[in-house]
């Protein structure tokens, strides 16, 4: 246990004190030379990639493998996974955000990796195949890429690639370069740092502006994490800090080095210069604050408040000392109150009164010290100084009357976490800052992908965040790599995993089916209980009729629907009408879908397959309907009659078939001979439409073949002899001593159709009234002596008083109505 005072380890540099934590040691094989390999480090303490750098001649090692590998390393030198490496020249190594790997070839081809070995690639385009790749720089979710034409490509999202062309660049040699992400820029686009000449050009996607320097060129270009500072550095060894918009110059340092440093990266936001052996905080003129190794062998990665150096022997991380711990442990904090309550924990463990007067002493200034040794705490990776600032914040918040102790209590959850994935054996040397920029589901995330499934739960459960995606990561590793029969594989999966919610089978299933073992993956698929997660896998898989099963039995139409498109589009009509054979709810759907979208074609498929004549011969007379000339509807009813003709249940459907064909070869006959369109009428449409245009005889013909009832028949007659006013025919009918249908519509008919005196003709006729009707429909007829006539007949002295006061007695009408009234109507 590290129990020595955490000042021992720290550097000034000014004002400002810079400390140096040992996280691991023997990290990497003595042999193995990490001077002659290209390091990438994902952020927040992720794993590192190890190319051999082609590019230096190398002394011949035995051991070495023969074929070239990416090797994928944690911080504590635990291989992870190794990459075989034949795809050619490597220009660009990095890592996102999410830890996916990128690979950047010579010819424009970029390859995403997980830490399962998976891949994706896409290409940068815009000439990248012909003019090849120079060089590479990588941000959290993107990159952006040199090609040897000097032209600029960036490719925003990983996820989604969508390379595009940065501004075009002035000509000339590019020394260095650098990016500043779109996190850290007014335009939210990725800017580009070009040194050219004596000066630096800033490109993005609409423009390229000279900064006008002149002091360069140089030779390596840096922008801080934060993206607000820049660090260049000279041939002639001087190095500059100025801010990201070049308006302010902070630092110009002289290193007093002819040899060029390998690395110019950042501690924060605080430049790092670092040779072979050498690492130097850069501050005003000459200072610095120097880190001296005894090994060639240092790489840095720059952290967003630090640098990671990597060497052979150890693992080491440099970070500005944070302000709470200067408080705690500085040179100065003798008498702060934060290092006297530290102080007053040590006299309590020794028992001593003094631990009461130390607590006195600060008693104005006791919360403030609690808080200051909390957050302390979670700044220490000393376990032994964790646990001695937690105390003292303990027993000073025990002394306080009131105090909320959720920062304590968090501290002591996220400090768990943190000693937990410190531990060399994941190798994971997260500081609180980073901890808290990577956040708790993400650390879970990166656990999975190196299969700490055990760890994963255990902090997930600690932290109470959802576990079920690292069960399904842990089934999917255990069906691709599983050296088990598919039966055990399947029951060890299922006896993890059933009854756990949040748990989806069908991904799971998904792994197994893209490793090849499709019967695993049905198995699988038998515990998914959302057939909707069952159904699309299914029918990826071919299994089309388990598919059709699944979905019926959900009961959810919306997803049989989707299977018997799916079904539909990809197999021939006899394979489909088998596959939906003998499951009623497929057929009905099918059906009821093909009806409302009017597929005709696929309706009297179905039908002719289950040998539905009737509804088949139904299709036919729809499609009759819609046709534009009686030949082709004639032609569809024949259709449908034959399909009938041996159906011995459909006598009334084939009888009606053979009439409406009759019927449509008629009109089609009147419509070639006649001069209007009969095509579409019915049979009493039709004979109204003859007679009203004066055919008689055909009228009679056709209400001969159709056998139309005489009811009907005069019906029609009368109602065409109004239409067309053919009084004259009207009233030879009336000559008739008898109607079939009364004489009440011929009144009513002509009545309506402005006749009066016509309809007043039929009144007597009307045998059906009541005789005192008779007289209002005389005087609806404007005849008021025929009424009074009436009423006097009927002796209605009331009814006649009516008519003669509507008459008036000083007109010759109401005269004679009053003549007529005095030979009945006697005083």
């Not at 690639?121 to 790749?133: A, E, I, M, T």
Request: glycine letters at 6%.
């Amino acid at each position: 246990m590290d129990t020595a005072h955490p000042r021992t380890s720290w550097e000034q540099l000014g004002d400002k004190w810079y400390r140096r934590i040992q996280h691991y040691t023997e990290v990497f094989d003595q042999d193995l030379d990490l001077d002659n390999y290209i390091i990438a480090g994902a952020p927040y303490g992720g794993a590192l990639a190890l190319w051999n750098d082609d590019t230096k001649l190398q002394q011949y090692q035995a051991s070495r493998a023969i074929k070239p590998t990416i090797d994928i390393y944690s911080y504590a030198g635990a291989k992870l996974r190794s990459i075989p490496w034949d795809k050619g020249s490597i220009k660009g190594l990095g890592w996102s955000e999410e830890e996916q790997l990128l690979v950047v070839l010579a010819d424009g081809t970029v390859r995403c990796y997980d830490l399962q070995g998976d891949f994706t690639q896409f290409s940068l385009g815009h000439g990248s195949d012909n003019y090849g790749v120079h060089s590479c720089r990588f941000y959290d979710r993107g990159l952006v890429a040199l090609l040897s034409n000097n032209t600029l490509v960036t490719v925003a999202s990983y996820a989604e690639p969508r390379p595009k062309l940065l501004a075009s660049m002035p000509d000339g040699e590019v020394h260095s370069w650098g990016i500043i992400s779109p996190a850290h820029t007014l335009s939210r686009s990725v800017e580009v740092l070009l040194s050219i000449d004596k000066t630096v050009y800033l490109v993005d996607a609409t423009d390229c502006e000279d900064r006008f320097l002149d002091i360069g060129p140089f030779t390596h270009i840096s922008v801080s994490p934060d993206g607000g500072l820049v660090a260049l550095y000279t041939a002639s060894g001087k190095a500059h800090v100025v801010s990201s918009d070049f308006q302010e110059r902070l630092i110009e340092h002289e290193s007093n080095s002819k040899i060029p440093p390998k690395h110019v990266e950042w501690c924060g936001r605080d430049a790092v210069i670092a040779w072979e052996d050498e690492v130097h905080i850069i501050g005003p003129g000459e200072a610095s604050a120097p880190f001296i190794y005894d090994t060639n062998r240092v790489h840095v990665i720059s952290e967003h408040d630090g640098a990671r150096i990597i060497t052979n022997s150890f693992c080491e991380f440099i970070q500005p000392v944070p302000r709470d711990t200067n408080q705690v442990f500085g040179v100065f904090a003798e008498s702060s109150p934060s290092s006297i309550l530290l102080d007053a924990v040590t006299q309590l463990e020794a028992q001593s009164p003094k631990a009461d007067d130390y607590i006195q002493l600060i008693r104005p200034n006791l919360t403030e010290a609690v808080d200051t040794c909390i957050n302390a705490a979670g700044r220490e990776f000393s376990i032994h100084w964790q646990k001695q600032l937690l105390k003292a914040a303990s027993f000073g918040k025990s002394v306080l009357d009131l105090y909320n102790s959720d920062d304590f209590v968090d501290m002591c959850e996220t400090l768990r976490v943190l000693n937990a994935v410190r531990y060399f054996k994941v190798g994971m040397p997260l500081s609180y800052e980073q901890y808290q920029r990577l956040t708790p589901e993400n650390l879970v995330k990166r656990l999975i992908n190196r299969h700490e499934y055990l760890l994963a739960l255990r902090i997930a459960g600690y932290l109470r965040l959802p576990t079920d995606s690292i069960y399904v990561h842990w089934a999917r590793t255990k069906v691709r790599v599983g050296s088990e029969d598919d039966d055990t594989i399947c029951r060890l999966v299922v006896e993890k995993l059933s009854g756990r919610p949040g748990v989806s089978f069908e991904e799971i299933a998904q792994a197994a089916y893209d490793e090849g073992r499709g019967r695993l993956a049905t198995e699988l698929l038998n515990h998914e209980p959302r057939a909707g997660r069952q159904v699309p896998l299914l029918l990826s898989m071919e299994e089309d009729d388990l598919a059709l099963d699944k979905a019926i039995e959900s009961g959810d139409s919306d997803l049989i629907l989707n299977v018997l498109l799916n079904l539909k589009k990809k197999l021939p009509p006899a394979a489909f009408f088998r596959a939906i054979n003998n499951k009623p709810v497929a057929t009905a759907l099918v059906e009821s879908s093909a009806a409302r979208e009017a597929d005709h074609a696929l309706l009297k498929d179905l039908y002719y397959q289950d040998d539905r004549r009737v509804d088949g011969a139904d299709v036919f007379i729809r499609e009759s309907l819609d046709q534009p000339s009686g030949r082709t509807a004639s032609d569809k009813l024949a259709l449908a009659a034959k399909l009938l003709s041996d159906c011995r249940e459909a006598n009334f459907e084939l009888h009606a078939l053979k009439e409406a064909t009759m019927l449509l070869r008629a009109q089609e006959s009147f419509d070639r001979d006649l001069t209007d369109t009969f095509t579409g009428l019915s049979v009493n449409e039709t004979v109204f439409k003859l007679i009203k245009l004066g055919y008689y005889g055909k009228a009679k013909k056709i209400q001969s073949e159709f056998k139309v009832p005489e009811r009907v028949a005069w019906w029609i007659r009368l109602r065409a002899l109004v239409a067309k006013r053919d009084w004259d025919e009207i009233a030879e009918v009336a000559k008739n001593k008898r109607s079939p249908i009364g004489w009440e519509p011929f009144y009513n008919l002509t009545l309506q159709a402005g006749n009066p005196r016509l309809a007043a003709t039929f009144v007597p006729k009307c045998t059906g009234v009541e005789a005192v009707e008779k007289i209002t429909m005389y005087e609806k007829c404007g005849m008021r002596v025929k009424a009074a006539e009436e009423a006097a007949r009927l002796k209605n002295r009331e009814a006649f008083a009516r008519i003669l006061e509507g008459a008036g007695r000083t007109t010759q009408e109401g005269r004679e109505i009053e003549r007529i009234g005095a030979a009945v109507f006697k005083p």
